[in-house]
């Protein structure tokens, strides 16, 4: 699930890896969220729950879950970093800087101070063989547009360069399911 509404959202900024309080709006989402994954037919207490540890991350799952479960943090899960960028509007940042809207340019380039698609993908390619490859039991990871888009995109096989083919918004929760045979599929 990608976390709900933050400040930094409401703002239109981008935040990275920054942390922003929840507004009041994205607490009331996230409790919705508890709904959603039982109409999904998903359990949280049955559930191996992995969550960014930024604090927009966090909220969210402590609002839409409880915080009597127990969960792991995982810095892996934590949002692009986006360095000296973060804090500036999208359009501040194709303005300063044009190489973020010139096609491929984004998927190699570092934000300054910070990381590149490549760097983002790696990253999510290990906590997968860590924690999904590894583990046979069913799991709920809380997260970011970005880094749960890098997440779809590799158990899917679709390569990051076609970025972002999987469009998350706050709250949205994304299943992933395993068929022997057949692979990874997703539904919304």
Known sequence: MRHAESIANSEGL?????????????VETAKDIKLSLKRKG???????????????A??????????EIPFEKDARLMETNTGKLSKLTLSEVHKEHPW?????????????????????????KEFIQDKVIQSNKHLLVFGHGGTLNHFAHILLGIDYRAYPAIRTVNTQVITLNYREGFGWDLSF
Request: proline share 5%; aromatic share 4%.
């Open 100 to 124: 973020t809207r010139q096609e491929g340019k984004h998927f190699t380039c570092r934000y300054p101070e910070g990381e590149s698609c490549e760097d983002v993908n790696k990253r999510m």
């Open 58 to 67: 966090v909220d969210s799952m402590h609002q839409s879950i409880g915080v």
């Open 14 to 26: 981008l935040c990275g890896q920054l942390d922003s309080c929840l507004t009041k709006r994205g």
């Open 42 to 56: 998903i359990e949280p207490a049955e559930r191996t729950i992995f969550c960014s540890p930024l604090k927009r």
